[in-house]
């Protein structure tokens, strides 16, 4: 069965630190994707990246970074010099296509980030 | 261009007692799934609709059923509410025709309170 765990529950920062959010997942398919999401106060669930299981190439994207690694089956994000509003919940999630595609969300983590 | 829109924003109900959300998807999508977000935790999904059919179903029991209209639009209704049933209900979309894991688009929710 598909599991995503994000260890870290809450992390608090002050502004301009670099902060990194943990995500593991566990998976019996060689094919699956993996995504993460951003939810502001407002409650919308915002796509940030995808990343299939065939790259495990990092990205980079403006201030936000991503790291890929099978071995450990992990997915962590890294958002640097972080900002007031990067204060969010942030959430890993997983899907399968052999699963029907549909996302399964690890239990997120609440960044604060502080001026 | 109208993302997700979904009605209404906050409800309650008491124990017992039968809910209806609604969900209008992103225009040019037509696949519509629904998950239930506990608080603090990450969303868990409940059921995918396709072309007016439930395509997938997650872990929830029949109290929860859906419907979707040849509009696309969709209803998602919960019986015989308890009071774990009070939750944010949040509404995806996608289009049909791309890559089915791609990027979901989520509505803001509707808040569901069961006294």
């Known amino acids: 069965a598909q599991k995503v765990t994000q260890a870290q529950t809450e992390i608090s920062v002050v502004e301009k630190e670099d902060v990194t959010l943990d995500c593991v997942y566990e998976?019996?398919?060689?094919?699956?994707?993996l995504f993460w999401y951003k939810q502001p106060p407002s409650g919308e669930l915002v796509f940030l990246i995808r990343?299939?299981?065939?790259?495990?190439q990092n990205e980079i994207s403006g201030r936000y970074s991503w790291n890929f690694q099978k071995s450990t089956s992990s997915f962590n994000f890294t958002i640097t010099a972080s900002q007031v509003v990067d204060s969010a919940v942030y959430f890993c999630?997983?899907?399968?296509?052999?699963?029907?595609?549909?996302?399964?969300f690890g239990g997120g983590t609440r960044l604060m980030v502080k001026p | 261009d109208a993302g997700v829109t979904q009605s209404p924003t906050h409800l309650i109900k008491t124990r017992g007692q039968q809910v209806t959300l609604r969900c209008s998807p992103k225009?040019?999508?037509?696949?519509v799934s629904w998950y239930q977000q506990a608080l603090g935790q990450g969303p868990q999904f409940i059921f995918q609709y396709y072309e007016e059919e439930e395509r997938q179903r997650g872990n929830f029991p029949d109290r929860f059923s859906g419907h979707q209209f040849p509009n696309y639009s969709s209803e998602l209704n919960v019986n015989a509410l308890l009071l774990g049933d009070s939750a944010l209900y949040l509404c995806?979309?996608?289009?049909?025709?791309?890559?089915?894991?791609?990027?979901?688009?989520f509505g803001e929710g509707s808040r569901l309170t069961v006294l």
């Open positions: 995806a979309s996608r289009p049909s025709g791309r890559d089915l894991t791609g990027e979901l688009f």
């Open positions: 225009s040019g999508h037509d696949t």
């Open positions: 990343r299939n299981s065939f790259d495990e």
């Open positions: 999630a997983l899907s399968e296509p052999a699963a029907g595609n549909m996302l399964t």
């Open positions: 998976t019996r398919d060689t094919t699956y994707y």
